[in-house]
């Protein structure tokens, strides 16, 4: 029974999650704004729940209800829209510089963008060799002082007075993992806007301090032709 009673909180919790989306994803190509008689009509919800769950999208400007009553897709789902055509184009143009860089220097090509505290692995070309690293697109690492966390902190903030004077790319070794190291440089956009860190990862003992200066200038090169590319001004 004990388990049964915690499973059940994880179970309704689920439930609401399918509720918001059948409600968030009732709207189509096409639609201005909906009134709550058509999303019940679409959700097969009653007007009640509709009302609850667009209150909690509407805090998320995810919704917004209209002073008619009806309701329409807000910023947020707009922003996200956004991001999500943004990541295609950033896939092809990132995706061939890794697959290069992977090519060339034997080891992992990977491009990083900021989330908060957390640094997400976006795009990534494996190594040809059978040692090499274990992350993949999608997996979440720590703001920490390694070469890549090193480069997002630095230059997201355009502000900061120090970032003209900074070598790059940055190299690090055994930070997020004691087996690891790596080098990084950032890739800018229009108005020189930080979009993510370019890096080289290896095993410590074959990506060592030496080997990393070696792969140096190829590394800038293909962050910088990237930047340029995507609109930065060199």
Not at 74 to 94: C, H, P
């Amino acid at each position: 029974m004990a388990k049964e009673a915690r499973a059940r909180p994880n179970l309704e919790g689920v439930a609401a999650a399918d509720r918001v989306l059948t409600v968030l994803t009732a709207f189509r190509r096409g639609d201005d704004a909906l009134e709550l008689s058509e999303l019940a009509r679409r959700t097969s919800l009653v007007k009640s729940t509709i009302m609850r769950l667009c209150i909690s999208l509407e805090k998320f400007d995810l919704i917004e209800r209209l002073n008619d009553g009806r309701y329409r897709l807000g910023v947020e789902a707009a922003r996200i829209g956004s991001v999500y055509q943004q990541s295609f184009a950033l896939e092809e143009r990132i995706v061939p510089v890794l697959e290069r860089l992977a090519a060339e220097s034997l080891e992992t090509a990977s491009f990083y963008i900021r989330r908060g505290n957390q640094r997400l692995c976006l795009f990534r070309a494996d190594s040809p060799s059978p040692l090499r690293m274990n992350v993949r697109p999608g997996d979440m690492r720590p703001m920490d002082e390694s070469a890549i966390a090193r480069v997002l902190r630095t230059f997201s903030d355009r502000r900061a007075p120090d970032r003209a004077a900074i070598e790059m790319p940055l190299y690090s070794s055994g930070i997020t993992d004691p087996h690891v190291a790596s080098i990084a440089m950032p890739v800018f956009g229009t108005e020189q806007r930080l979009i993510g860190a370019l890096a080289l990862s290896g095993p410590a003992s074959r990506l060592t301090l030496e080997r990393a200066e070696t792969l140096k200038s190829r590394l800038r090169e293909a962050g910088e032709r990237l930047s340029s590319e995507l609109g930065a001004q060199l």
